[in-house]
């Protein structure tokens, strides 16, 4: 069998099970399967597959076909500029999650140094994007999952950030090391009651704990916000990804641990998104 004929087989296996993109997802795969570019597939549509690349090929449809997410099929996801190693134990970056980047970025278009705590770091696709664009800034990262300290590490030496990066594994409430002018967040905000009703690429594969913010959505946040008052610099910024229906609850916590808030920020679909605010 050749490309072309094992696309269109592909294809018509995930369109059939119902799966968006089907045709773009089937590509994407073969280009993971022989280890080439999309590029290189469409100039090479009639070179033949080996048995081992067909079979392979075909496994990696059947995982698509029951909803396994692509990133970690094909073991990466582009977020701002940069392709980050992703797998089972890592939350998928997502494009709202850029906002947070694109705040940081403007609110310090004039520093030359900046110290940032990443709370939850997973991929590392927020602090390791920031300090990929700002050269003199460092940054610490903490995660309660080992694998995914090892995942951020494992980006940030792709990324060439890895000299001004720490990372500790360890549990927010515990953390105790340094004080920041910049902290950033995307805590778990899913209420435990609605995970299930998530779609089936995120509830089925995408790891719990980064998903799940307890009875009302905030529990994680509580535990953010508190720790964030201790570790923050006065005058510092605290940016916060939240849940759509979580703006007010979240204003309101963040003014009990004397936050100024500065600004609420709406993604891609208009939606509250994250709120920046000043440790006063």
Not at 40 to 61: A, C, H, P, V, W
Not at 150 to 173: G, M, P, W, Y
Not at 175 to 201: A, H, T
């Amino acid at each position: 069998m050749n490309i072309n004929s094992a696309i269109i087989k592909g294809a018509k296996i995930l369109k059939n099970n119902l799966i968006n993109n089907a045709f773009l997802d089937s590509e994407v795969l073969m280009a993971k399967v022989i280890n080439k570019s999309r590029e290189y597939i469409l100039l090479n549509l009639n070179k033949t597959l080996s048995t081992k690349d067909q079979n392979l090929f075909e496994e990696l449809i059947k995982k698509r076909s029951s909803r396994e997410p692509i990133a970690y099929l094909i073991n990466k996801k582009f977020f701002w500029d940069y392709e980050f190693y992703v797998n089972k134990h890592t939350l998928i970056p997502r494009p709202d999650t850029e906002l947070i980047v694109d705040n940081v970025l403007k609110l310090t278009k004039q520093k030359n140094n900046c110290s940032i705590l990443d709370i939850g770091i997973g991929s590392g696709c927020i602090l390791l994007t920031i300090l990929n664009k700002k050269k003199n800034f460092y940054g610490t990262g903490i995660d309660i999952s080992n694998k995914c300290i090892n995942i951020s590490k494992k980006n940030a030496i792709n990324l060439n950030v890895h000299s001004r990066l720490r990372l500790f594994k360890t549990n927010v409430d515990k953390f105790k090391l340094g004080k920041y002018d910049l902290i950033v967040s995307n805590p778990p905000y899913i209420e435990k009651c609605k995970l299930k009703y998530l779609e089936k690429d995120v509830v089925s594969f995408e790891p719990k704990f980064a998903l799940d913010g307890g009875l009302d959505g905030l529990s994680e946040i509580r535990k953010v916000i508190k720790k964030s008052s201790e570790l923050i610099k006065k005058r510092g910024t605290l940016i916060l990804e939240i849940g759509f229906n979580q703006r007010n609850n979240v204003i309101n916590l963040l003014k009990k641990e004397g936050f100024y808030i500065n600004s609420i920020q709406k993604d891609f679909a208009n939606i509250d998104r994250c709120i920046i605010c000043t440790k006063i």
